[in-house]
């Protein structure tokens, strides 16, 4: 019992304290929230940074921050100029009356003569610096005139030139720095002279800390460290030493004395920066390292461990900044890894945004697939009906209609009068024309007007006819653009999902790679891994001039082979043009198969023009199409149908549509696009490279035939040719192929060819398996030849003949073994 007391006391003092941390967290959050209000949104930041460079002095005795941060102030938020008006005002009296006085008049002229000279000038931006130049001079001339007893030196004047020029300046640098500090709403991140800028306006505040002690440590030279360590622990080396050396700089300007602080503040940015891998203890040890060497070599101001002692309070603001708050800092800082981090976060969400608007237009094209598909078939039996009833009234309307025996035969007898009309409308529309005898006879004896019914029947059925043939044809149509509509959808949920696809970190499997190849003495400039998938590898690489000895080929790709597990071969090879050059290679992965096509062609008659037409296509990764198109006829006409026909298939192919939505989108092309009655086929075969599988696609072609050994196998299938109806069913043939397989597709000029010869199926066959050659030009060649021989040396058809033969995918160098750097995918 007392463990059991003891156990629960703890778990509910755990909770306690969770409670408490929670609640600390959350008190934390909602100050911060509350202090960035104050001063961020309201602007009292403002009343402090114009409190400190109020009272910033350089070269002792000028004044030049304050009319430039005053102007900029106005023009960028000008409803926050009175804050920071107040805070100039104030640090000025720290310094002096006159200070305060210059301060407050030229605070006012500017206000005066900007309004009034900014109504005959649109581009107020560009000209402040320009005023505040003009301003400053002469407001500083005035003043220096009065304050002297209307005595005015040269030196007067120089000097009042030099505060006009760092006012000048000064105003380009606020003018870029105040928004990163004053506006909630910051930059994603800062280009290099918005992060110079941020620094020489955060020295420059600093330096209206100087006098200021604590326990005789000087407020300037803490600050002014801390400030270098936060950059150095934040950005690195190279920010850090930027910082030091920007703010050494403006504190030498502002304090002889301080020149020293310059070298100090370089040197411990840089040490920090280099130490930043330690965390907080490796910044905070650069700056001490720092502080000793300069301190035990250097000429300092105080003593030693006065120094010391300052660099060890800089250390502790730097403990006590929160971590959230580098992190801010980081992300607008770039080449720091939060920078990078952003940057992907932001493009993700951009890569997002667009893969969501690509689905939303597949959506769209689906929904308009499913309206379209969802046409009524109207096939139904009220259906039928209605176009009966219909079709009966336009009847009886130009012969019942004036007729005496109207009312006899509609209103009397309408079971039997309806009946007798039906009747006659189908044996009207089953017999030609002609109605059988004993309808006539009945429809003589029950009408007065027989024949003018039988003329009307037969006439209105012809307009019946006509109107039900437009209806199929726009629901055939209709169909079509279904498909083609979903398959559109199809092609963009698949692009939106590839753009969606997360590009990994390949940084470990490229070192490794850079490893193995300079372990074996190849010397490489740079690795890029775009992919490692499994049958998809790309690898990009940049090599110094190799002169041609071909290392990429015979060195690098057996390398890979080994380090990926897979057969990985030279895609494609951009050679330096002078020997101190870098050459750019690409490596991807072979295919498991190989296609070597070989193709016969001839024209009828021995002419230039044919109506065949062939192509082959590779269509993206691991995917081979042979294609052979027949228009019909002979000669220009016919080869226009046939080659348009394929270029056709080739675009709307390589844009990833479906096979049978291509072929149906093809042919409704063909059969709309003109009257006159000409058609196309198309054998088209497409052979997946990684498993040497294949679909046939046979549209009103020939048969195909495959040679395995001394076996021949058929591929047949019945399709009507392209163009001549607007609906029809695609009949894929799918087989799969081996390594050493031979697939001969031919169009009807070398099919039918033959001349007496009764079954073409037997004799091709017979003829393919006669043969002794396996190289498939050989083979094309041969076939030609035979059926050219039957018909006597004539060629009475175009003749096209493509031999396609399917090998293993060998590459030409075995694979180099690297040890421990094998399989890194």
Not at 89 to 94: D, E, F, M, Q, R
Not at 116 to 121: C, I, P, S
Not at 321 to 346: D, F, R, S, V
Not at 530 to 557: F, W
Request: glycine share 6%.
């Amino acid at each position: 019992m007392e463990k059991a007391e003891r156990t629960m006391m703890e778990t509910v003092r755990n909770v306690e304290l969770g409670e408490t941390k929670v609640g600390l967290t959350k008190g934390l959050q909602t100050f911060q929230t509350k202090m960035e209000v104050f001063f961020l949104q309201k602007g009292f930041i403002l009343v402090l940074i114009g409190f400190l460079l109020g009272r910033a002095l350089i070269l002792s005795h000028l004044t030049p921050f304050s009319l430039p941060f005053f102007a900029a102030v106005y023009m960028i938020r000008r409803d926050k100029a009175p804050l920071a008006l107040i805070g100039l005002l104030a640090g000025a009296v720290t310094l002096s009356i006159g200070s305060i006085v210059f301060t407050f008049a030229a605070s006012v002229i500017f206000l005066i003569s900007f309004r009034l000279f900014m109504q005959f000038k649109s581009n107020t931006v560009k000209a402040l610096p320009f005023f505040v130049l003009f301003t400053s001079f002469i407001v500083k001339c005035v003043f220096l005139y009065v304050q002297q007893n209307q005595v005015f030196t040269v030196y007067d004047g120089v000097m009042a030139g030099v505060e006009a020029a760092l006012s000048f300046i000064l105003t380009l640098i606020f003018m870029q720095s105040i928004p990163l500090l004053s506006m909630h709403k910051r930059k994603k991140s800062l280009k290099t002279e918005e992060v110079v800028s941020l620094i020489i306006m955060l020295a420059s505040v600093m330096t209206g800390t100087i006098g200021w002690t604590l326990y005789d440590l000087s407020i300037e030279h803490i600050l002014s460290r801390y400030l270098v360590l936060l950059f150095a622990f934040v950005a690195g080396a190279t920010v850090g030493s930027t910082v030091g050396v920007v703010t050494g700089l403006i504190f030498s300007l502002a304090n002889v004395s301080s020149f020293y602080q310059m070298s100090l503040l370089a040197f411990s940015g840089l040490l920090g920066g280099l130490l930043k891998e330690g965390k907080r203890t490796g910044t905070a040890a650069g700056l001490l390292i720092a502080t000793l060497l300069i301190g035990m070599y250097g000429e300092t101001e105080g003593s030693l461990m006065q120094t010391i002692y300052e660099s060890c309070a800089a250390i502790f603001l730097l403990y006590l900044t929160p971590q959230n708050l580098a992190a801010k800092l980081a992300k607008h800082i770039p080449g720091t890894p939060e920078y990078a981090q952003e940057q992907q976060h932001y493009m993700r969400k951009i890569r997002d945004v667009t893969a969501n608007r690509v689905e939303q237009f597949s959506s769209v094209f689906q929904a308009l697939s499913k309206s379209f598909s969802q046409y009524d078939e109207k096939k139904d039996s009220d259906y039928e009906d209605h176009e009966l009833d219909m079709f009966m009234s336009n009847v009886t309307e130009k012969t019942c209609q004036t007729c005496f025996k109207k009312d006899h035969c509609w209103s009397r007898n309408f079971e039997e009068t309806y009946e007798l009309m039906k009747t006659v409308m189908y044996e009207v529309e089953t017999g030609e024309g002609v109605i059988s005898h004993r309808t006539s006879r009945d429809l003589d004896k029950h009408c007065v007007k027989a024949q003018k019914v039988q003329d009307a029947v037969q006439k209105e059925l012809t307009y019946f006819q006509a109107n039900q043939k437009l209806k199929k044809q726009v629901q055939e149509s209709r169909k079509l653009v279904a498909d083609q509509l979903l398959g559109v959808s199809e092609v963009m949920g698949d692009f939106a999902r590839e753009i969606q696809r997360e590009r990994e970190n390949h940084h470990k499997q490229e070192e490794s790679i850079l490893e193995a190849l300079e372990e074996f003495g190849i010397e490489i400039e740079g690795v890029e891994i775009y992919s490692l998938e499994q049958g998809n590898v790309d690898i990009d690489m940049t090599i110094p001039y190799c002169h041609g000895r071909g290392e990429c080929e015979k060195l690098i790709a057996p390398m890979l082979s080994d380090i990926t597990g897979e057969s990985i071969i030279v895609q494609k090879e951009e050679c330096a043009k002078y020997p101190n050059g870098f050459c750019q290679v690409t490596f991807r992965s072979a295919k498991a198969f190989v296609v070597d096509t070989a193709v016969a062609h001839a024209a009828k008659g021995g002419g230039l023009v044919s109506g065949d037409c062939y192509s082959t296509i590779e269509l993206g990764p691991g995917k081979f199409a042979i294609a052979i198109s027949d228009g019909m006829g002979n000669g220009e006409r016919a080869h226009h149908e046939s080659n348009e026909t394929l270029r056709l298939l080739q675009k709307i192919l390589q844009s990833g549509i479906e096979e049978k939505v291509a072929i149906k989108s093809i042919n409704s092309i063909l059969s709309l696009r003109t009257t006159d009655e000409i058609f196309s086929t198309l054998d088209l075969a497409m052979i997946d490279l990684q498993d040497a599988s294949v679909k046939f696609l046979k549209i009103g072609s020939t048969p195909s035939f495959v040679k395995r050994g001394d076996k021949v196998f058929k591929i047949e299938a019945s399709n009507l040719p392209m163009g001549i109806i607007q609906d029809f069913d695609v009949d894929v043939v799918s087989d799969q192929l081996k390594a050493g397989d031979l697939l001969i597709m031919m169009s009807d000029g070398v099919f039918e060819g033959p001349k007496h010869i009764e079954n073409y199926d037997a004799w091709m066959k017979r003829k393919v398996r006669e043969l002794q050659t396996d190289d498939p030009q050989e083979i094309a060649d041969l076939i030609m030849e035979e059926v050219i021989r039957t018909r006597s040396g004539s060629i009475e058809d175009d003749m096209t003949i493509v031999v396609a033969a399917i090998k293993h995918n060998t590459p030409k160098w075995a694979s180099i073994p690297v040890g421990k750097y094998k399989n890194i995918s």
